[in-house]
């Protein structure tokens, strides 16, 4: 079983970045596809950006490409996201989350969650 730790995060300015990292402890991290989304209050958890086991294919969300970047660490049992450029609208919780299988964009997919951490991106 995989249990998700989050750290990074807080206040930052527009145009400035941030990194977000999801520490994985389990023996089946390195095995799983990894995803992370986003929710404001009210609207339903927003898919960010996701990526495979072995690291070699990303996806991500249409108002994050070209900003953000999903990468991990299977070594170390760690994702991060990346997020350059960030915009008052990125504002949210983040969760990083550990795929079952599925549709990487759907959050039906992923098993396991972190505990959400805020990011707040001030105009």
């Known amino acids: 079983q995989v249990q998700l730790l989050q750290s990074g995060g807080g206040l930052v300015q527009a145009g400035g970045s941030l990194r977000l990292s999801c520490a994985a402890s389990?023996?089946?991290?390195?095995?799983?596809?990894m995803g992370w989304f986003r929710q404001v209050p009210g609207k339903e958890r927003e898919f960010v950006a996701a990526?495979?086991?072995?690291?070699?294919?990303?996806y991500y969300g249409d108002s994050v490409a070209g900003r953000f970047t999903i990468s991990r660490d299977n070594a170390k049992n760690t994702v991060y996201l990346q997020m350059n450029s960030l915009k008052p609208e990125d504002t949210a919780v983040y969760y990083c989350?550990?795929?079952?299988?599925?549709?990487?964009?759907?959050?039906?997919?992923?098993?396991?969650w972190g505990q959400g951490t805020q990011v707040t991106v001030s105009s």
């Open positions: 989350a550990a795929s079952q299988g599925g549709y990487y964009r759907q959050s039906t997919s992923y098993d396991t």
């Open positions: 389990g023996r089946t991290f390195s095995s799983r596809a």
């Open positions: 990526i495979i086991w072995s690291g070699g294919v990303t």
